[in-house]
């Protein structure tokens, strides 16, 4: 199998496991306990924190552990909104975000707030003018992802938090793709809430965390004990939080290695694509963009179709938006981008990570090249590539 499918989810790493093992065993005390198994638990969890802290210059106190990115985007933006409501009822966010985000803003519309959802440009980018026309004295919270999880490209989060800060505007980040890949700085980065999830930086699935910048108010979404300093009920997940914390420190200490050798993939990965595939696009090349991530679109033939003939020939990838897959829709993603129907059904995302190799890259190419070739003769409209060439 040649994986390559990171941003979907990655393995734990080996480390991650060994650290997260005891705790599914022998220390398996309930951290909210006075006694020692208990407290044992307990030190466990706040280590964690603090190794997350650490990682993103943030403090302890400022993050709250969740069951992933899902829960923590909508803690993040349902806990923010109810607390600022008497405030304004306008809301900020893009059309490229995760469902994690975009289904949460659908649902506060249906409650009553006020939604707008900026474009982006055909390289997926949001434009910071754009976000400062749409405040209106009304604006009370905005929410724009850091790394968009089909293209890779990185929004300029830095300049949009810093305008909704001028203005007063809650800012919130979905960096679900971000964490353990790039730098984050808390200390310098304007940002209020900042969501993360560990099975997308080589920790377990089903934990995640949530960055509340200190001062920011949040209505609790899981009520319960007063877990997490009252703000998110629920018994800590302990073994889940004490690999998580492991893995964001390692790809924290091995980031700057890691970045550039798997840029080196995936640049090897696109020239061949390029010089291997006649008429393919790949989005957001000229942009700021995650350096494991390539989504190529190839006209005249189905996403679908290359993903089932990959994963034939023992390669996994994504079509689109994984969450999307199987349904007929084009990713949101691509449309967003302005690219029609036809062409957004045609995509295919390579994500790579930690255990690929530069010879997996050449198969892929190989494998790849074949795959579309074959599909092209197959399509009325792929032949008449396949002529002009
Ligand atoms: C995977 C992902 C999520 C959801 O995180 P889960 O931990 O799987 O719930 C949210 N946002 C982005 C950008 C993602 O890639």
């Known amino acids: 199998m040649i994986y390559l499918d990171y941003n979907a989810t990655s393995p734990c790493h080996p480390k991650v496991i060994e650290t997260m093992l005891p705790f599914f065993g022998e220390k398996f005390g309930n951290p909210s306990s006075l006694h020692t198994m208990g407290q044992e638990a307990k ?28 829960e923590a985007n909508n803690l993040a ?30 649902a506060l519309e249906k409650e009553g707030f006020t939604v707008t959802y900026l474009p982006v440009n055909q390289e997926g980018l949001v434009d910071p003018g754009d976000f400062q026309k749409a405040i209106t004295p009304q604006t009370i919270f905005a929410s724009i992802m850091h790394a968009n999880n089909e293209t890779g490209v990185i929004q300029p989060i830095e300049e949009l938090a810093s305008i909704a800060k001028e203005h007063g505007i809650i800012f ?12 984050i700085d808390l200390g310098k980065l304007p940002v209020d809430l900042l969501s993360a999830s560990a099975h997308k930086f080589y920790g377990p699935k089903g934990t995640g965390f949530l960055y509340v910048r200190k001062g920011v108010r949040l209505i609790p979404q899981l009520l319960g004990g007063a877990h ?5 009920g629920g018994t800590e997940n302990v ?24 840029q080196a993939l995936r640049d090897f990965l696109e020239s061949g694509i390029l010089a291997e595939v006649p008429e393919v696009i790949i989005v957001g090349r000229r942009s700021p963009r995650l350096s494991n991530t ?3 679109l190839v006209r005249y033939v189905e996403g679908e179709s290359m993903l089932l003939n990959l994963d034939f020939a023992g390669i996994c990838v994504s079509s689109g938006s994984a969450c999307t897959s199987g349904s007929l829709e084009p990713s949101h993603v691509l449309l967003a981008c302005g690219y029609p129907h036809e062409i957004a059904h045609g995509s ?42």
């Open 239 to 262: 073994p889940l939080i004490v690999g998580m914390g492991k893995a964001l420190e390692i790809c924290t200490q091995e980031q700057e290695e890691e970045n550039q050798r798997i």
């Open 77 to 106: 933006i349902r806990g923010v909104v109810k607390a600022y409501q008497k405030k304004g009822n306008h809301l900020i966010t893009s059309q490229i975000e995760h469902h994690a985000v975009l289904n949460v803003f659908k």
């Open 172 to 183: 919130h980040t979905d960096a679900v793709q971000t964490a353990g890949k790039l730098p």
């Open 228 to 232: 997490e300093r009252g703000r998110r």
């Open 43 to 70: 030190k466990a969890i706040e280590e964690s924190r603090a190794a997350i802290a650490r990682c993103i210059s943030a403090r302890e106190e400022e993050i709250i552990f969740t069951s992933g990115g899902t």
């Open 294 to 296: 390539s989504l190529v």
């Open 348 to 389: 295919v995302r390579f994500s790579l990570g930690k255990w690929n190799t530069m010879e997996e890259m050449k198969e892929v190419v190989r494998v790849f090249s074949s795959i579309v070739e074959k599909l092209r003769h197959i399509s009325p409209f792929g032949k008449e590539v396949i002529r002009n060439v």
